[in-house]
């Protein structure tokens, strides 16, 4: 029955797009690890590298109350982070915001504007009874800003170039904790930034208080990054004040998200390459756009249109003007979770997906169902594979292939079925028996927590 059953060659001639055989995901650790070793000698790399600041890692007797600012992507979280020592666990309070479009595209003041004043609500939502004014005590806060950011000390760093859809003005170039002092003062709180971090170093330090053993820190969200623990010694470019006597490591933001911007190591296929031109920024982050939620999901819209063009798939149905499926980015990552999620022998939750929750697709068939799962499972496994490659890489380049735990926060590792088994599959063929030495983790609360722990770790040196 030809509307139950996929046209096979229409699954072959994608897979062989999307596909990443053993040999290739080799060729791509081996230039993953060597692009990182130039980042670390000189900057203008394909991965920035960038220097955290951050030279230690959490003893667990931190103490004090700080407040964070998670800001990167989807949402923005405020924390207060109270530690303890050893003595009870760490408590976390916390307040999210959505980021509107309006914020991400409008002026750099008004986008810092709006942070402030979530920090503001944060506080009349979890002080607004204490017996004193929350506002007689100088707060510190640790300010994850997700970005690349070229940090000249552990509280002071300008934005390289914005990522992830972002295009606020005036912001480039300047102190993003200057910036955002600024807000502080226009709305009179009495916050002092005393820690600028990357989602992903907070991921590593705020994994490493729980587990030890956490050598590197990946975020599968909104972007896709990594940061891991390199040795000080190794990273000859660095130029900022010397850190504390003693220092022998430092977290490295990696700012993978930029690996093969110039493509010639990872086949891409037609669809990405038409994603890629229609972003602000046409040829940067091209590794994060393979891997990340912002992304995927468009990867899969841009698929199924060329296919309901070629007439391989809704070739009997019909889809309305306004279905969100003509949309840029109007197939969210979350919809490939939840047909993948579908096991069901006719697809009754993509019928319904299709037909009457989202897309407004009146008369697909079963046939049509499968090739859009099949896409989804094509685009979906590519991702993990690219990730695992990156770990592969760092943990090769960090000589950890005995043993270490990866702590990874997102949407993607949390809640896309099968992507963590994806990933640690790949880095079996990739790493062999080795592989089971490296622990892929959950990361929770990272980045609220890490920026919390970092600012600790800030006063404590101070
Ligand atoms: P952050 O913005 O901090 O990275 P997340 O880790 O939640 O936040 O990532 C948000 C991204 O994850 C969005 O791009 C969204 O499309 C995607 N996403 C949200 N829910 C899911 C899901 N169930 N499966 C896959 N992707 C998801």
């Not at 030279?55 to 931190?62: A, I, V």
């Not at 992304?295 to 009997?316: C, M, N, P, Q, S």
Request: net charge negative.
């Amino acid at each position: 029955d030809s509307d139950a059953l996929p046209n096979p060659e229409v699954i072959t001639r994608l897979n062989a797009m999307f596909a990443l055989p053993l040999e290739r995901l080799q060729v791509i650790v081996k230039q993953i690890i060597s692009d990182m070793k130039t980042g670390l000698e000189r900057d203008g790399g394909a991965i920035k590298m960038l220097p955290s600041f951050v030279t230690k890692r959490p003893s667990g007797r931190e103490h004090g109350s700080y407040l964070a600012i998670d800001f990167g992507g989807t949402n923005l979280r405020v924390c207060e982070l109270v530690l303890n020592g050893h003595s009870s666990e760490p408590q976390l309070l916390q307040s999210k915001f959505q980021i509107s479009d309006n914020v991400k595209t409008g002026s750099g003041a008004a986008l810092f504007d709006f942070i402030a004043e979530c920090v503001r609500s944060f506080f009349q939502t979890h002080h607004a009874l204490d017996a004193h004014d929350w506002n007689s005590k100088r707060w510190q806060l640790g300010f994850t800003f997700s970005f690349p950011v070229d940090q000249i000390s552990i509280k002071a760093g300008t934005l390289i170039t914005w990522t992830k859809g972002f295009t606020a003005t005036n912001v480039i170039d300047r102190d993003s904790v200057r910036l955002l002092e600024d807000a502080f003062e226009r709305m009179n709180l009495n916050i002092e930034v005393t820690a600028l971090v990357n989602d992903t170093t907070g991921t590593l330090i705020s994994h490493a208080f729980q587990n030890p053993d956490t050598y590197a820190g990946v975020i599968l969200g909104t972007g896709s990054n990594c940061a891991y623990v390199e040795k000080f010694a190794n990273i000859t470019k660095f130029r900022g004040p010397p850190p504390p006597p003693g220092t022998t490591e430092m977290l490295i933001n990696m700012e993978w998200g930029g690996f093969d911007d110039a493509q010639v190591v990872i086949p891409r296929t037609k669809y990405d390459l038409l994603l890629d031109r229609n972003t602000p920024t046409p040829g940067c982050y091209t590794f994060e756009q393979l891997i990340s939620g912002m992304y995927i999901g468009e990867i899969v819209r841009l698929v199924i249109l060329d296919l309901a063009r070629t007439g391989d798939v809704f070739a009997k149905a019909t889809i309305v003007a306004r279905s969100p499926l003509h949309k840029q980015y109007g197939f969210e990552t979350s919809y490939m979770s939840r047909i993948e999620r579908d096991h069901s022998f006719d697809l009754a939750d993509v019928k319904a997906l299709l037909e009457d929750d989202e897309f407004e697709i009146v008369g697909a068939t079963l046939a049509d169902r499968k090739i859009i799962k099949a896409v989804c499972e094509m685009v979906g496994l590519r991702s993990a594979r690219l990730a695992a490659a990156g770990v592969c890489a760092v943990v090769t380049k960090m000589n950890k292939l005995n043993g270490c735990t990866v702590g990874i926060d997102g949407s993607l590792f949390e809640k896309y079925p099968h992507y963590p088994n994806r990933m640690r599959d790949a880095m079996r063929e990739i790493l062999g028996i080795s592989s089971e030495n490296i622990s892929l983790e959950q990361a929770k609360d990272g980045s609220g927590q890490g920026a919390g722990l970092i600012a600790a770790l800030a006063a404590e040196a101070a």
